[in-house]
């Protein structure tokens, strides 16, 4: 669903979208759906997946955030999939450039962060959004951001989940929601698929 308010401030829709994202626990989640995944494929294994995923977060606070996440979860590995709320900035005013930038960079240190520690660590693509709908406030900046994005990964010993590509570059209303940015249940799938077919490739060539 819209907010169904005219014009909104860029921390309005922040705080707006944070309630849009399905809860940690939600089993449509993405990091659920993946632990299933891991867990019907590796079956002498077991599996923790823990979802620190913020709803309306951008990767500046993502950055920030991240020391006292790896150090709270000591995980082997980490899974990395923002920057969808710095480019709808754009939306609101901001430079296209400086958001992707932003994006880039503030993976980047994420990752350097992690991979400090051991972390495997494995980027995901963003997702397409529909032009015209409610939330949809930055379609054509996605795929040169994507284009950053995975340029950026491929130099710092980390992984790709190609997202985008596993949508086909289309916010189709099957895989995105109505308000143009959210991903239904078969789209949460999708991102669950891109992961899990990176780690298999990863972790099992």
Not at 29 to 43: D, E, F, I, K, Q
Not at 92 to 118: E, H, K, W, Y
Not at 136 to 147: L, M, R
Request: proline share 6%.
């Amino acid at each position: 669903m819209c907010n169904n308010t005219l014009m909104l401030t860029w921390a309005e829709y922040l705080r707006d979208i944070q309630g849009v994202r399905p809860p940690p626990d939600s089993p449509i989640s993405y990091p659920n759906r993946l632990r299933a995944s891991l867990a019907a494929r590796y079956t002498n294994q077991t599996f923790t997946v823990i979802n620190e995923g913020n709803g309306g977060e951008i990767t500046a606070d993502g950055a920030a955030d991240l020391p006292r996440v790896l150090t709270q979860d000591n995980p082997q590995v980490l899974l990395l999939q923002e920057g969808t709320n710095d480019l709808d900035a754009i939306g609101f005013g901001a430079n296209p450039d400086t958001q992707i930038a932003g994006v880039v960079s503030n993976l980047r240190t994420m990752i350097r962060a992690a991979r400090g520690r051991g972390v495997t660590v494995f980027v995901g693509t963003l997702t397409p959004q529909r032009a015209g709908a409610c939330r949809g406030y930055a379609p054509a900046y996605v795929t040169p951001a994507n284009d950053r994005i995975r340029s950026m990964v491929a130099g710092e010993d980390a992984t790709i989940a190609d997202i985008f590509a596993a949508y086909g570059g289309v916010a189709s209303t099957d895989l995105i929601g109505p308000d143009g940015l959210h991903p239904t249940d078969a789209g949460y799938s999708k991102i669950a698929g891109a992961f899990f077919d990176a780690i298999r490739q990863r972790l099992e060539n």
